[in-house]
RNA sequence: GCCCUCGUGGCGGAAUCGGUAGACGCAACGGACUUAAAAUCCGUUGGGCGAAAGCCCAUCCCGGUUCGAGUCCGGGCGAGGGCACCA
């Protein structure tokens, strides 16, 4: 064994060994228990970031663990290369989307495989590839079939100047991002996915899911946004329109008899009717629709409206209410439209107010009084009913249930549920995506392809130039013949949205290879995913999806199960310091911390942070996620190349939990660098006098057995904080105390070395999940013939824990006051008794009686006194 | 505004079920080796008092429960995140 560890060759060696062995290649085998360990596939920006290094490092310690732990273990990767950053980049470089994507992914791929982890390439999916793209749009027309997918109109960005859709990031301050050009909103025709029809299932199924943080459920819960209710009917007769009736729905149906008014949405028929004779309306409604472009801002302005001229009847007591148009009304909730009760709303309370709009409380608090003055958060509240007529006196529940029951009788209401959660809209007006399989014939209006003439093959050698979708122009593509009478017909040139490649994924990596079938036999043995490791950034869309979706293939009857992730991990955040600065002119410019040199000035006791181009100093903006904006990333493979992938993966394990955010720190990269010399140190000067001795349990001395204690200890530690408590930084803190004991550990007689090559071998075997290329040659040259990775995982000797004198502490009044130490198994008189026999113990017991002694077997006396 | 999470040394963090606060690492300081530097190794390092033994204070603040609270409960302050006119 060299004496030198140079990471570069260690590892293109471990690399070769698994490559050759084709060691993480899966395999299906019934008699072996299946751990399917996904980290979420990343999209092929270009390089890898820190984030998807701290990702891939989860998911490998977890898989290689698992393996270790004789499940048969399946880690696959792929790619989500379908999206906009590689229109945005043609447009940039005039080069096809699917070049530069193909072209970062081998560059990632390589930087995937410089890492060391324990992937499954053999399974590797591209999601821009019509193999697997083929059956997103297999799926679709299940979809269309069984009336999941619909077809309705839906509102886009749309760019004046350069003729083309924009996506809500492509708007900025209401203008077009390249254009400057104010953004129009238009209405097109567009794919929806009723993903409202699983609402319920979605929501209550969150409950069960105890393998996922309690955050993304509540998040999930919380997006979905469940109301029970009842909807309104508010019938009218007005001219031009007849009769008819209003609908709005309310959560509060015990303040109906406080309404004093209706207000409706700018987009409502209603608004839209009065409007017809109505300019300074019409104008109103203008203004709404466009409305500031930043929601934040929508939520806090200054509540508007004006009122339609129009009226319709309360539903209960027959008085006629004012319509209003209201900018607080949205259209795409409930109805569009809400009763006004201004008595009991705080929104309604503000528009009352504002317009003069009477105000009638109906609810009443005991002890409390109502004022039309000001809003008092106790209005909102729920009470007794009062000024109700019949419903006087009830309670909220009850109230609800007497006037939906009325309402129903009058045919003017119901109990209902809304959801928060919309339908999902899978249309993109974009060339990059996955061809939505439909064709349009003047004749037959809109034909779904036929199963057979899949896949819609996306052409790949277009280059977008801004001008919209280029597959306008592309009459190859374009043109096509209508699958049901034959005449002339034309391609839908809408692609879908990229959240639906990876909204299965999961599921296709059993059987990345079949061209007969989305899914086979093989997902029922791997499927669903054993854990789940991924960013919180995707709490919500994501995983929302992809529950949808499974739902879907399970109606088909392809899986089993209605929950793709069993357990799910969100790690956290990277971070690192930002430096700028600030020229009186110009916008701020940000450094990259790699160029800039941070030292502490010895007199003022201040950092001083100096760029190292000019030497003239910079500011420090704190530590933040890292990001490009703020040009404060650390490139991974600068950090590979100079120290190692395990270096780089120690070093992302042991700074912080691995849920929580993580600081970047050279310093710290230095530590782990170390760490690891240290141990190849230990190791190399262990085995430089050649093989030792078979251990010899029977002869060995107090020194031995503490070493062994500590080493088996180690162990265990080690074992629970991978495999159950997930906190890889503790795993890794035991190992080092384990190496700093071995340091001390004298090396003089054979048994000593036998002693010495056991806790080797924990540590060394403990850490590999984390750092698996250097204890991969660690572990060869302790001697072993069989790889590290083909070992199990090692068995605690609980022989080696026992004691036979135990430390206790005691204390006086819970304050601690002594050490003592006493044999394993003492009876608690005995115990007692050595406590209170200590001279510092006695010293604070002598003012006054024991009153009590409180006795925690093998930890601790506390004396009372 | 509502919901969630979190506040521990100079810094990242540890303390797993209410039982020794500060493991491990970084930084800093002192020392060894060296012509020197780097690397490496040894030691010190929450604050105060003390020669030492040891004592007092200390986990954002105030209060409570308990023999015992960083951990549980109530109230406040601060930071981060999510939702945000959802009727």
């Known amino acids: 064994m060299q004496e030198r560890y140079e990471p570069a060759a260690v590892e293109a060696d471990a690399q070769r060994f698994w490559n050759d062995q084709r060691c993480f290649e899966a395999k299906e085998d019934a008699a072996r228990e299946k751990y399917y360990c996904l980290s979420m596939f990343p999209y092929p920006s270009g390089r890898l970031h820190m984030g998807h290094v701290r990702n891939y490092t989860i998911g490998d310690v977890l898989s290689r663990f698992m393996r270790m732990n004789g499940r048969n273990v399946l880690q696959p990767m792929g790619w989500d290369a379908f999206g906009l950053p590689a229109e945005n980049a043609a447009m940039a470089n005039g080069v096809p989307p699917a070049k530069w994507t193909f072209d970062n992914i081998a560059y990632m791929k390589a930087q995937l495989k410089s890492l060391g982890f324990a992937l499954d390439w053999s399974r590797e999916l591209t999601t821009c590839r019509p193999e697997y793209y083929r059956w997103n749009q297999w799926l679709f027309l299940r979809m269309l079939e069984k009336g999941i997918a619909y077809q309705k109109t839906g509102v886009v960005n749309w760019d004046p100047v350069d003729k083309t859709v924009l996506a809500n990031e492509q708007v900025i301050d209401g203008r077009g991002w390249r254009t400057g050009a104010p953004v129009e909103k238009r209405e097109i025709p567009m794919y929806y996915l009723k993903i409202t029809a699983y609402a319920e299932d979605l929501l209550d199924a969150l409950s069960q899911m105890q393998g996922w943080p309690e955050r993304v459920r509540a998040m999930q819960a919380n997006w979905i946004g469940k109301s029970v209710g009842v909807r309104l009917g508010f019938p009218y007769r007005i001219e031009g329109l007849g009769e008819g009736v209003l609908h709005a729905f309310t959560t509060r149906a015990d303040t109906l008899m406080g309404v004093t008014f209706c207000a409706v949405a700018a987009e409502h028929p209603l608004a839209a009717h009065a409007a017809r004779h109505n300019e300074k309306l019409a104008a109103f409604i203008e203004e709404c629709k ?171 050698d277009l280059v977008p130039d801004g001008s919209g979708n280029p597959l306008l122009k592309d009459e190859a593509f374009l043109a096509v013949s209508c699958p049901r009478c034959g005449a002339k017909a034309r391609r839908e040139t809408d692609t879908m949205d990229t959240f639906v490649d990876s909204s299965w994924y999961f599921l296709r990596f059993a059987c990345p290879d079949n061209d007969k079938a989305m899914l086979d036999a093989r997902v029922r043995y791997w499927a669903p995913v054993d854990q789940y490791i991924g960013g919180i950034e995707h709490a919500i869309l994501h995983l929302l999806y992809s529950r949808f979706w499974t739902r879907v293939v399970q109606e088909l009857g392809a899986v089993e199960f209605k929950e793709p992730f069993a357990n799910l991990f969100t790690q956290g955040m990277v971070l690192n310091e930002v430096f700028f600065r ?190 698996p290329h250097v204890t991969h040659a660690l572990w060869r040259a302790l001697g072993h013939q069989r790889a590290l990775i083909d070992e199990p995982w090692m068995t605690v000797d609980l022989a080696a824990l026992q004691t036979s004198e135990i430390a206790m502490v005691v204390q006086v009044n819970g304050k601690l006051r002594a050490h003592i130490s006493v044999a394993v198994g003492a009876d608690e008189d005995t115990v007692r008794a050595a406590a209170l026999a200590d001279p510092n113990v006695q010293k604070f017991i002598a003012a006054a009686p024991v009153r009590k002694v409180i006795i925690v077997p093998g930890k601790l006396v506390n004396i009372v006194v």
């Open 290 to 460: 466009r409305g500031p472009a930043i929601e934040s801002e929508l939520a806090t302005q200054e509540k508007k409206g004006m009122p339609t001229g129009l009226t319709v009847r309360h539903p209960i007591s027959g008085v006629a209410l004012p319509v209003w148009v209201g900018n607080y009304v949205l259209m795409s909730y409930g109805d569009g439209a809400v009763m006004g009760v201004p008595a009991h709303d705080e929104r309604d309370f503000e528009f009352a107010k504002k317009y003069h709009l009477p105000i009638k409380p109906v609810i009443d608090v005991p002890g409390r009084e109502y004022s039309l003055h000001a809003w008092a958060p106790w209005y909102a509240g729920h009470g007794r009913c009062i000024n109700s007529g019949t419903y006087d006196g009830l309670e909220f529940q009850a109230a609800i249930e007497a006037i939906a029951a009325d309402l129903q009788r009058l045919n003017l209401g119901e109990k209902q549920t809304t959801w928060r959660l919309r339908d999902w809209g899978i249309s993109r007006q974009r060339y990059w995506g996955c061809p939505i399989p439909v064709i349009h014939c003047a004749a037959c209006g809109t034909v779904p392809v036929p199963d057979e003439q899949l896949p819609v093959v996306l052409p790949v």
């Open 582 to 771: 600030k020229p009186d002119t110009g916008r701020v410019e940000y450094f990259n911390p790699a160029d800039v040199e941070v030292t502490l000035d010895p007199t003022a006791q201040r950092r001083i942070a100096v760029l190292r181009s000019d030497g003239l100093e910079v500011e420090s903006g704190g530590v933040v996620t890292m990001s490009k904006s703020k040009n404060n990333g650390v490139d991974p493979q600068a950090l590979v190349d100079e120290f190692g992938a395990d270096t780089a993966r120690l070093f992302t394990m042991f700074a912080a939990p691995p849920e929580q955010t993580l600081e970047w720190s050279d310093e710290g990269v230095q530590g782990a660098f170390r760490f690891i010399k240290r141990l190849w140190k230990a190791v190399h000067d262990h085995v430089a006098p050649g093989a030792c001795v078979p251990l010899d349990k029977s002869i060995l001395n107090d020194e031995h057995r503490a070493i062994r204690r500590q080493a088996h200890q180690t162990l265990s530690k080690i074992t629970d904080d991978i495999g159950r408590r997930r906190t890889f930084n503790t795993a890794i803190a035991a190992a080092m105390e384990l190496l700093n004991a071995l340091a001390k550990f004298p090396q003089r007689s054979p048994q000593d070395r036998s002693v010495i090559q056991e806790a080797l071998e924990i540590a060394v075997l403990g850490l590999s999940p984390i750092i």
